[in-house]
């Protein structure tokens, strides 16, 4: 019987959320303190964790099957692994910043000049596409503070709040690429270990959707029904259940959080009227 072997960062930015992501999908990860490799009760699945920057090449190696890693680690170390879905949390910027005294936005203000980073691929590529040559000093933390101790003229690191450029006096001027945390897999897997990847897709699938979808309820008069269902983009059609109050209905349906907030105005003119909005758990298609 196969064991799908999936990477999990040790600590940081991915951990929380990558375990919490494996608990939604209903697998129980046993947590043994400082134990490096842990198995799965319920799952055909072992959960080792690591250190982000070392996923990539255990990916590539087969030593690990799938992981949650950053997406922009993947683009840095350029290893041949394939990425299988994103995961929606962890977003960030990789970007150039320059100290805040500094009023130039364009991009040939780093021609000849020393950019700190901790991404010396991701940088090369786009300043190579870009005809800007600079000198790249490789650090690997702490780089929002190479300018002020005079090791560079700017920065090419994450962004996220902001805060860590606000508070080192400096400034971003170009996002060279947005990155969240993905499932990645080998590209060595056998037939049975896809399987159990398909399994587990299928869950993060239904998990993921449903954190982008609520469930929405509201009374509509029986004649306004029509009106108020062409506003919601419904899975199928709306449910539709008679209130005791005559030539009124409960209507129910799903709606996506990002359009929740067009459209509620439309369905009050509409006619509907106490409207609930949901969380859902889970949601198979
Ligand atoms: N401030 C941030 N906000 C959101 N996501 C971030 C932020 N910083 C990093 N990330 C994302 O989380 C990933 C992990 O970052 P983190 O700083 O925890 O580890 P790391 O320094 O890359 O690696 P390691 O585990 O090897 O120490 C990054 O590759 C990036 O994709
Ligand atoms: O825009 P912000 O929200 O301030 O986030 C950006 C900071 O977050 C990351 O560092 P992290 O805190 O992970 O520390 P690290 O350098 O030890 O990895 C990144 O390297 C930036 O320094
Ligand atoms: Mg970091």
């Avoid at 002020?148 to 920065?155: K, P, S, V």
Wanted: net charge negative.
């Amino acid at each position: 019987m196969s064991i799908l072997k999936i990477a999990i960062q040790k600590s940081g930015r991915l951990h929380e959320d990558s375990l919490k992501l494996l608990k939604d999908c209903g697998i129980k990860v046993e947590n043994g303190k400082d134990q490096l490799k842990v198995s799965v009760p319920n799952f055909p699945m072992e959960v080792l964790y690591l250190r982000n920057s070392d996923i990539p090449q255990y990916l590539e190696d087969g030593v690990v099957d799938i992981a949650i890693v950053g997406e922009n680690l993947l683009i840095e170390k350029q290893k041949k692994v394939a990425v299988v879905s994103k995961l929606g949390f962890s977003k960030c910027n990789v970007s150039l910043a320059v100290p805040k005294e500094v009023d130039d936005n364009s991009l040939s203000y780093f021609e000849g000049k020393k950019i700190a980073t901790s991404y010396p691929n991701t940088l090369n590529t786009f300043l190579k596409a870009n005809n800007i040559s600079s000198e790249i000093h490789v650090i690997s933390g702490s780089v929002e503070i190479a300018p002020n101790i005079g090791l560079a003229d700017g920065i090419c690191d994450i962004v996220s709040s902001g805060s860590t450029l606000f508070k080192n006096g400096l400034r971003e001027t170009q996002v060279i690429l947005q990155s969240q945390a993905v499932l990645a897999q080998s590209l060595l897997l056998s037939s049975e270990k896809q399987q159990i990847l398909d399994k587990l897709v299928f869950r993060m699938e239904a998990v993921l959707r449903a954190k982008n979808t609520k469930y929405i309820l509201m009374n509509v008069p029986n004649d306004k029904i029509a009106e108020v269902s062409a506003i919601l983009p419904v899975l199928k059609s709306p449910t539709l259940l008679p209130l005791a109050q005559e030539g009124w209905s409960s209507l129910h349906s799903v709606i996506d959080d990002s359009t929740f907030w067009n459209v509620i105005d439309e369905l009050k003119d509409a006619g509907a009227e106490g409207i609930l909005i949901v969380p859902i758990d889970k949601m198979v298609l």
